[in-house]
């Protein structure tokens, strides 16, 4: 019959990579039923809790995800954690294929002394803070002191630097969380460093988000011109997107500014600037023993040339005074389960072409397979890519469907069972009640919305 051939697809992550897999899969397979299980009661992952508040066009794919959810053959499970409340092993006999994406959850730490102080962060704990993830809510980030250090020069570092520099009255139309905002208003931090190991011409940032920094109101950059005197030459063989972003840099610190732009930089009363060369050796504590005083950076030299460029510490020696640290130096996937295979080192899901090695049936997309770097249009490529291996090998018998596979039906009874009072899956339309309240919420206050960040009170909401 029909239904014996309709595959049975699940997908573990409701990120860019879980929705983008999911809509390829039922774009190109007519039967296919594609279940998504998420491990928060919300869908779309890093667009809701990553994408920086004054970004609102980025967040724009949520509408194309929703469409996909909307399918009749496609079902999102949230308040599910695949790994906890359900093993890998059980979906892999209730489905005829799962697809991991489930992105990428921890950050890289430094490894210096000093980095438990307070007043040092992870910028994904900051980030998960000022938007509304349930488990970063109570962060109380210390922002008492003028100067605050990023570690780290890349678009994440950039938007934390932006949201601690930005005018209230830009903040408070976004979604940014209420209590967040309200922190920041008191916030005393008028200036921002972003350290980086290297050059000018191995930063990781992209031109867009130096542009948005180099015209934030209020705010002037610090550039030092000897960084960039001389790069002429190095410029030239560049690709064209690093050479437009060096321009860029080199004309801020380098270029005579024109009238306008002088006088905002002249009544500014916050900065921003780039430091480079410079590797963090330690946290400096404050008399107390307890609060970051500031950092101690060595000195770099670069060995080789462009991206593979290497930094190397000098004996040369320099402290940063700050109270607020925030380390920014990548995000990182974990092992979800022994089951999967995990490659430790590159931090990913062994895979060719998306198959996980040695596992037939098991798949995987987005940051848990390519490294938690790129934007949203590189993990759509990467996702459809995946999809299309799981195509390839219904289509080549490599997944039987003659196997019966039951997919979330047999999983309810499983979800049931565990732990009192059992796990109760959030469907798509409790997620629209979420969604609503959240958007009448931010009416009130002229916010597109409000964020629920306490995990009870959607649960609440939706009758849980
Ligand atoms: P994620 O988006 O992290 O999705 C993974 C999902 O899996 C999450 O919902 C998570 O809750 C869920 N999950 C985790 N563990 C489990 C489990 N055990 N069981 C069930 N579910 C689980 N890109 C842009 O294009 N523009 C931007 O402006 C931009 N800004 C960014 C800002 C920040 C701070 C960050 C970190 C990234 C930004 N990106 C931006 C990049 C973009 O967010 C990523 O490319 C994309 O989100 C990666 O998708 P993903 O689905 O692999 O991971």
């Known amino acids: 019959s029909t239904a014996a051939l309709a595959p049975q697809i699940c997908i573990v992550g409701s990120g860019p990579a879980g929705f983008y897999t999911a809509q390829h899969l039922l774009k190109h397979h007519q039967l296919a039923q594609v279940d998504i299980y998420e491990k928060l009661p919300v869908p779309f992952g890093l667009v809701r809790f990553g994408v920086a508040p004054d970004h609102p066009e980025v967040k724009n794919v949520i509408n194309t995800f929703t469409q996909t959810a909307r399918s009749d053959r496609c079902s999102f499970y949230g308040n599910v954690t695949i790994g906890k409340d359900v093993m890998v092993e059980e979906l892999e006999q209730a489905y005829h294929a799962v697809v991991l994406s489930y992105g990428a959850e921890d950050n890289r730490i430094l490894g210096i002394p000093g ?91 992209t031109i867009k988000e130096l ?6 109101p209020g705010t002037r950059p610090l550039l030092d011109s000897a960084d960039f005197t001389g790069l002429g030459d190095a410029i030239k063989d560049v690709p064209r997107p690093r050479k437009r972003l060096t321009e860029l840099m080199v004309k801020s610190a380098l270029e005579t500014p024109g009238e306008r732009e002088a006088g905002r930089w002249a009544s500014a009363t916050k900065e921003w600037g780039l430091k480079f060369r410079r590797s963090p ?33 000098t004996r040369e020696m320099e402290e940063l005074e700050c109270g607020l640290v925030l380390s920014s130096i990548g995000y990182q996937s974990l092992p979800l ?15 060719s072409l998306g198959r996980v090695q040695g596992v037939p049936g098991l798949y995987c997309s987005g940051w848990v397979k390519r490294g938690p770097t790129g934007v949203i249009i590189t993990t759509m490529s990467d996702s459809f890519d995946t999809a299309q291996s799981v195509l390839e090998d219904l289509q080549s018998g490599v997944l039987n469907l003659s196997d019966t596979k039951e997919g979330f039906k047999s999983l309810r009874s499983v979800l049931h069972s565990r732990v009192t009072p059992g796990v109760h899956p959030v469907t798509f339309s409790d997620w629209e009640k979420i969604d609503a309240a959240e958007v009448a919420r931010g009416k009130l206050a002229g916010k597109p919305r409000e964020k629920i960040v306490d995990l009870q009170e959607m649960l609440q909401l939706i009758g849980h």
Do not use: H
């Open 115 to 205: 980095e438990n102080l307070s007043g040092v962060y992870s910028a994904r704990a900051f980030v998960g803070w000022y938007n509304g993830l349930p488990e970063n809510r109570d962060l109380k980030p210390d922002l008492s002191s003028e100067t605050a250090v990023v570690l780290g020069q890349g678009n994440v570092a950039l938007d934390v630097a932006r949201i601690l520099l930005s005018p209230l009255d830009t903040l408070r139309k976004t979604d940014i969380t209420e209590g967040s905002l309200a922190a920041i208003a008191c916030s005393r931090v008028k200036r921002v460093w972003l350290v980086g190991r290297r050059g000018p011409l191995q930063v990781a940032f």
């Open 211 to 216: 542009r948005e920094m180099i015209n934030l």
């Open 281 to 313: 050796l330690e946290v400096l504590p404050a008399a107390d023993g307890k609060q970051a005083r500031g950092v101690r950076l060595a000195v770099t030299r670069l060995e080789g040339s462009g991206e593979s460029a290497r930094a190397v510490p």
């Open 337 to 351: 389960d022994p089951s999967v295979p995990f490659d430790p080192k590159l931090g990913i899901i062994p895979n």
